[in-house]
């Protein structure tokens, strides 16, 4: 890049991931900035191998953890990144070749669970903001599925690579996320509300999305995923 790049993530327990993320995030940061939550595997060895820069932070909920360690990043530009999401060669090249001109950049994610890529589903691109200038962006002070809120309406261009969002083994790690994601919901008990947005994900997801592509394990995501917007208003 043309100018230097703060690299950011927050963690705990993730020694299966988090190597494969800060290798990479090492090909176009200037500097990686961890904050653990208390890790009692091997993630803080692995993490030592790329960067002195190591902070412990009691978890203080997604947002605030995020902006926390957003703050302690010396780089006006940074890049966020979760500890299970991975570089590619392509966007790290992409990267390194922006002219910088926006204030904000979007990067798409491909979703694999397990070996297999979700194409279908909705699932992709699912553009994430996540290249941005530190002065300008915060992200939402929420517990659970967090966003960059930037102080400006400045129009943030698609990178047109993705990075490699390795999120779960398999469904049933993903329907135990899914749990404890709803648990963290702020939204209010409805249970009108629970049913129709178990089946309107449900149709929109496997149908519309084009979920089916999947097969049975497209049906699967659907029902995984409803069950989870259900679960949110019950």
Not at 64 to 75: D, F, G, M, T, V
Not at 109 to 120: A, Q, T, V
Not at 190 to 205: S, V
Request: glycine fraction near 4%; proline fraction near 2%; aromatic fraction near 12%.
């Amino acid at each position: 890049m043309k100018q230097s790049l703060s690299a950011f993530v927050i963690c705990q327990d993730e020694e299966q991931k988090i190597g494969s993320c800060l290798e990479q995030a090492a090909k176009i940061a200037d500097e990686i900035i961890i904050v653990d939550s208390g890790s009692t595997d091997t993630t803080l060895e692995i993490a030592k191998k790329f960067t002195e820069k190591i902070y412990h932070q009691d978890w203080l909920g997604y947002g605030a953890q995020k902006n926390h360690a957003l703050s302690r990043c010396s780089n006006e530009w940074v890049l966020s990144l979760d500890a299970d999401e991975v570089l590619t060669d392509e966007l790290i090249t992409e990267i390194r070749q922006l002219d910088l001109e926006a204030l904000a950049y979007k990067i798409a994610r491909k979703l694999f669970i397990g070996n297999k890529f979700i194409r279908w589903g909705g699932y992709y691109p699912d553009y994430q903001l996540r290249l941005f200038k530190k002065s300008l962006g915060k992200f939402s002070d929420v517990k659970v599925h967090e966003s960059v809120k930037l102080s400006s309406d400045e129009h943030c261009p698609k990178l047109s690579q993705p990075l490699n969002h390795y999120s779960y083994k398999d469904l049933n790690e993903m329907e135990d996320a899914f749990r404890q994601f709803a648990e963290l919901s702020e939204r209010k008990p409805n249970l009108l509300r629970a049913i129709l947005n178990y089946c309107y994900t449900l149709i929109n997801k496997f149908f519309f999305r084009l979920g089916f592509m999947h097969g049975l394990l497209g049906l699967k995501l659907a029902l995984n995923h409803a069950k989870y917007s259900f679960l949110k208003y019950r």
